[in-house]
């Protein structure tokens, strides 16, 4: 129904930013709330941000508020997320998401579609 397709990752020195994309394709999304979760090699998948279908809300995670920023556009079928200051503890696969109602919610299993993720690699 919804494919989720990331981009923008890669790698970059302690201190420096990057911004990643993530677009809808197969279909458009409406009324959808999107968000951003990541996981480290032998972490857990942590909430990162979401925002609401209109964009109006936003919800972050603690560790990553103040040095990252969520956003959509594109007729809001495509989520940004601007990362600056970043720490090698931020290297992680950034996966996109997306549900079926227009929350910005912090649980993984609130979100019903999922991109294949893009790596960050922060160096020291």
Do not use: H
């Not at 420096?16 to 458009?28: D, H, I, N, Q």
């Not at 508020?65 to 940004?80: L, P, V």
């Not at 079926?100 to 609130?110: E, Q, V």
């Amino acid at each position: 129904q919804v494919q989720l397709v990331e981009s923008g990752g890669g790698l970059v020195q302690a201190g420096g930013s990057l911004r990643l994309a993530c677009a809808a394709s197969g279909r458009t999304l409406s009324n959808n709330g999107m968000a951003w979760f990541r996981q480290g090699l032998g972490k857990e998948r942590e909430f990162v941000a979401a925002i609401s279908s209109t964009g109006a809300t936003t919800n972050y995670g603690d560790f990553v508020k103040g040095r990252f920023t969520i956003s959509r556009a594109g007729a809001k079928n495509t989520m940004y997320l601007q990362m600056n200051s970043l720490k090698p503890e931020d290297t992680a696969v950034y996966y996109c998401a997306a549900r079926d109602s227009w929350a910005a919610r912090t649980r993984a299993l609130d979100y019903d579609y999922w991109g294949q993720g893009t790596q960050v690699t922060v160096s020291p």
